[in-house]
């Protein structure tokens, strides 16, 4: 499936580890991005909002969404809804394809070596600093530009059924999860098998 990630930016700038779960459902249903919880064995996957539709911006000239699935076929779970994971399994890297490249963010030229496989996506969390071949400008691994098809988070709100740079989250809604988790949020796409 694929899935637009909305997350708080990586571990210097994670979220407070005293975040109430509730606060943050209670802020994306209010704000009608979330509506009621879907029933089904993930307890924390959410039907389109009210206004979902107004705090992503659809790309593209008449995007085909369903919010519902179909009447005819219920277990099509091909409609957009949300997912929030809580972060269980610490640091994840996310992708849309197999072995993506990253940028330099400094120059934003693509180092032959830089794809996540030869970096060893374990270690980019780590302290550790990469130097650019072309601009040598020292990065920190989690400033690393994966162009939007990769990314480090733990705490994420996935929107199921988004194809990759079909929608993107608009500033209000950026804006409204940082006040709620303290921290600034951004956002990818990638692919998961669950
Ligand atoms: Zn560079």
């Not at 499936?1 to 909305?6: A, G, I, P, S, W």
């Not at 009447?71 to 809804?81: L, N, T």
């Not at 780590?126 to 990314?151: F, K, M, N």
């Not at 929608?167 to 951004?186: C, F, H, I, N, Q």
Request: charged share 20%; net charge negative; hydrophobic share 40%.
């Amino acid at each position: 499936m694929y899935c637009l990630v909305l997350h708080p930016a990586p571990v210097h700038r994670a979220p407070d580890p005293a975040l109430d779960p509730a606060l943050l459902v209670n802020t994306m249903t209010t704000i009608g991005l979330a509506g009621p919880s879907l029933p089904g064995p993930d307890p924390h996957c959410y039907a389109a909002g009210a206004h979902f539709l107004e705090l992503l911006t659809f790309l593209g000239c008449s995007p085909a969404v369903t919010l519902e699935p179909s009447a005819d076929a219920p277990s099509d779970q091909a409609f957009c809804y949300l997912r929030i994971k809580w972060g269980e399994h610490g640091m994840e890297f996310l992708k849309l394809r197999d072995d993506p490249m990253a940028r330099c963010p400094a120059c934003r030229k693509t180092p032959a070596n830089w794809q996540a496989s030869a970096l060893g996506t374990d270690s980019l969390t780590r302290a550790v600093t990469l130097s650019c071949p072309h601009c040598a400008a020292q990065i920190a691994p989690l400033d690393l530009d994966w162009r939007r098809e990769a990314g480090l988070c733990s705490l994420r709100v996935e929107v199921v059924n988004i194809h990759p740079h079909e929608a993107v989250p608009v500033e209000r809604l950026l804006a409204r999860l940082a006040e709620v988790t303290g921290s600034a949020w951004d956002y990818f796409y990638c692919r998961t098998n669950d």
